[in-house]
């Protein structure tokens, strides 16, 4: 990926029932760009959240599932889609 804004590698915090319980370990699930990189969400992170130094990036790539619409014979498929668990070294992300 070329320079992008922080806010174009991390799409938003996802805010699930295994997020929720994330937080307890202090790391933080994020819905990122699919071509983001480990090295570019660490950072994304650390430019958006301010005083929080990220440990470690873990990525899972999904694949979109196939739908159909209506009763067209033709399927089609819901978006590629990464997720990301980040871990912090210190500091918090507030939540509100």
Known sequence: ????????IIEFMM???KGTLLKELNQYAF???PRATK???ASAVEAIYEGVKVK????MNYTGKPKRSGRSPVPGKRAD??????????GT???A
């Open 1 to 8: 990926m070329a320079k992008t804004s922080p806010y174009e």
């Open 15 to 17: 805010t699930t029932e």
């Open 31 to 33: 819905k990122v760009s």
């Open 39 to 41: 090295l570019q969400i």
């Open 56 to 59: 470690s990036v873990n990525i």
């Open 81 to 90: 889609w990464k997720k990301a668990i980040v871990a912090l070294a210190e």
């Open 93 to 95: 992300i507030d939540i």
